[in-house]
């Protein structure tokens, strides 16, 4: 079967868009994409954790610190620029192009709100952790919604059409194009720069990879292509989002405001390394689960069976990793 977007992609159309394949097949495409994926995530866990290794050598935990001050609020702006609706793209059972172009030009309007939002929040993280370096570094960071918001279109097409094999080598490139930018950023001596300038190739690379894979260009918004639904579902998965978010990352902000950089730098870095293993096999299993789930969604039986086979799977492979990161966290942190 060809690894390809169909040709109705490629223009803005009222037509619905096809999917590739029947049902019967779901199984053998979700199987491949769930490996691609999978072995994917393992190769992104390595090149991460080493990077990690490697610039906790090169950087003081202050630079750390001073960076995880500005992404714990980002983060929170992050996760209204697709709002939901790349999960919309993916989960609609019939979707037209008039729709997915709307779509996108929606997520480029909240990009930009949010860039202007960043902008003027840089002055006000700057007096509230009473530290004028957070200044700049935030203002350099709102770039970022623009460029994640050009892709979040592009990214649920290829996620609709299961074509996990390629999304995993964007994520590859878009990884190892952030590890050499960082690395070389911080060799050169740019201290906490290296971790921003990380961070925006990341979110450019994998921007322009989808641009390059997927045979679609956006056309104008049309507002009256019955894009309620959608919306409704979006905003209700950015709701849910929200609320996890903050519950996983309200004592940063308190670490940062009352023991400052160094302490927040050094709980940063064991946050991250105990939770990117699950967070990598949660991505692989999930992602790949919800995209094949959504074209289950008019058979209850099925739905229902693939569900729980997919979530035991899911406890199978995380569960063991957080009691191992329990057990060994004296050694886990001696690497950190």
């Given amino acids: 079967m060809s690894d390809t977007l169909p040709a109705t992609a490629a223009r803005s159309t009222s037509r619905p ?25 393992a190769a992104s866990f390595a090149f991460r954790l080493g990077f990690m290794i490697v610039l906790a ?10 960076v995880a001050m500005v992404t714990v609020v980002t983060g929170i702006y992050g996760m209204f620029t697709s709002l939901g609706l790349s999960s919309a793209t993916v989960q609609k059972a019939n979707i037209t192009g008039d729709q997915i172009s709307t779509l996108f030009w929606i997520n480029m309007l909240i990009g930009a709100v949010l860039a202007l939002l960043c902008l003027a929040t840089a002055p006000v993280l700057s007096a509230f952790y009473r530290e004028p370096r957070l200044f700049w ?5 709102a770039t970022g919604f623009l460029i994640n918001a050009a892709g979040v279109q592009h990214q649920a097409l290829l996620q609709r059409h299961l074509r996990y094999v390629t999304v995993t080598v964007i994520d590859a490139l878009s990884q190892l194009a952030s590890i050499v930018v960082g690395i070389g950023m911080a060799v050169g001596g740019f201290g906490y720069w290296a971790l921003v300038g990380a961070m925006l190739t990341s979110s450019a690379v994998a921007t322009a990879g989808a641009w390059l894979t997927v045979r ?8 009256n292509t019955g894009i309620a639904s959608m919306l409704h579902f979006g905003g209700t998965i950015t709701l849910n989002s929200l609320v996890s978010y903050s519950s ?7 670490l940062g405001r009352f023991w400052g950089a160094d302490a927040l730098g050094i709980y940063s870095r064991a946050f991250l390394l105990i939770n990117v293993p699950t967070e990598y096999l949660n991505s692989a299993i999930g992602g790949v689960a919800f995209s094949a789930l959504s074209r289950l969604q008019d058979d209850p039986a099925r739905l229902r069976s693939y569900f729980l086979k997919g979530y035991a799977l899911a406890v199978s492979m995380t569960l063991p990793v957080t009691i191992f990161c329990a057990l060994f966290s004296c050694s886990l ?4």
């Fill in 333 to 336: 942190g001696r690497i950190g």
């Fill in 248 to 254: 996983y990352n309200l004592e940063k902000v308190l």
């Fill in 216 to 223: 679609w260009m956006p056309g104008r918004p049309r507002w």
């Fill in 57 to 66: 050598r090169l950087l003081d935990p202050k630079d750390f610190g001073l």
């Fill in 137 to 141: 570094v935030t203002v350099t960071m």
């Fill in 17 to 41: 868009l096809a999917l590739p394949g029947e049902i019967s097949d779901l199984r053998e495409r979700t199987l491949r994409g769930g490996f691609a994926k999978l072995c994917g995530q």
